[in-house]
């Protein structure tokens, strides 16, 4: 191979993809503009509407139960084209007790690996001994209505949806973590391949690096559903290398479920519906209470509120 060729396949190797910081591996892909795939286009319309028989014989009543109020309403709204529906996430941190059982649930859901976290619970200490007390922030996806981390990814794997929210294509997707980079909320994690039971059977500290490749427990290679699709993550198949984060459990709207993070939570902290229904739970508690969004100079606008 002549040097000039050797420079040519340099050139397109790096325009390719290649090692990115203390060994990450972030393939960019091709940046020639006629070469990017198409974004994706969401279906819209009366195909998009699911007419579910849920709580049919349960007729509404005053004073109805949260849940199962936001439960009639989400049958409601999914009765709608996708497009007419615009789905927000509402946290009362004053009811939050620290318990883990929404990030478990999600965990258990999704079937997430050892690193993949959809809903971590942070924990803050106010105050000063002896008078302090202790203030847990869940931190679902905020699906944004600016979405940060769409704009960057090379091969337009990630998108919002007309529902408002926010996905990634896994088949897609080729792990080179832009996105985690430019969301401000740290809502993105990679799925390295990890497994439980290998990180058990090695006993490696927290915190330590933990082999990629070893022995698994056999639900470990249970498919998930997420995005309504069949994935399981035997050998490097999707989602192994990929970004992933909170799409509010999709595959549950589709069938009339609230997210698993919703009914999960203990301390009924947790709300979700359509904020395009005027007379819907969550348009109540964003007007009716002091409410707040993260990082709203950063001009995303997030479509998770947090009341406080």
């Known amino acids: ?17 290649g090692i990115v910081g203390a060994g990450v591996a972030a393939a960019v892909g091709v940046v ?14 009366e195909q998009t509407i699911r007419r579910l028989p849920v709580l049919k014989t349960l007729k509404p009543k005053p004073n ?30 004053r009811k939050c007790i620290g318990c883990y059982a929404c990030t478990i649930g999600c965990v258990a859901e999704n079937k997430l690996p050892p690193g993949v976290v959809y809903r971590p619970v ?25 979405p ?23 088949d897609k997707c080729i792990g080179c973590r832009y996105c985690l980079n430019a969301c401000p909320y740290g809502a993105r994690t ?11 059977a090695h006993g490696a500290p927290q915190g330590e690096n933990r082999p990629v490749e070893g022995p698994s427990a056999p639900w470990e290679h249970q498919p998930n ?28 709207l589709e069938v009339g479920q609230p997210p698993m993070c919703v009914t999960t939570c203990i301390g009924r902290a ?28 950063w001009g995303n606008k997030p479509q998770c509120y947090y009341i406080v």
């Open 64 to 93: 109805e139960d949260d849940h199962v109020r936001m439960q009639r309403e989400l049958v409601k709204a999914m009765a709608k084209p996708v497009e007419q529906r615009r789905w927000i996430m509402v946290i009362d941190i």
């Open 1 to 17: 191979m002549s040097e000039e060729n050797k420079r040519v396949d340099r050139r397109e190797f790096l325009l390719a993809g």
């Open 225 to 252: 559903n997420e995005y309504a699709k069949s994935w399981r993550r035997d050998g490097h198949n999707s989602p192994v290398g990929n970004a992933r984060k909170c799409h509010f459990c999709l595959h549950r």
């Open 148 to 170: 940060s981390c769409v704009p960057v990814c090379p091969v337009k794997a990630t998108w919002k949806r007309p529902d408002g929210v926010v996905t990634i294509d896994y």
């Open 190 to 200: 990679s799925d390295f391949g990890r497994t439980y039971a290998s990180e058990s």
């Open 122 to 146: 942070t924990t803050t200490e106010i105050g000063e001994y002896p008078n302090l007390r202790i203030k847990f922030l869940p931190r679902p996806c905020m699906q944004c209505e600016n």
């Open 270 to 297: 947790t709300y979700f519906g359509d904020a395009n229904d005027p007379e819907s739970l969550v348009s109540e508690l964003i007007v009716k209470n002091n409410v707040q969004r993260l990082l709203e100079h």
């Open 32 to 45: 020639v503009k006629d070469r990017l795939p198409a974004a994706p286009v969401d279906p819209t319309g």
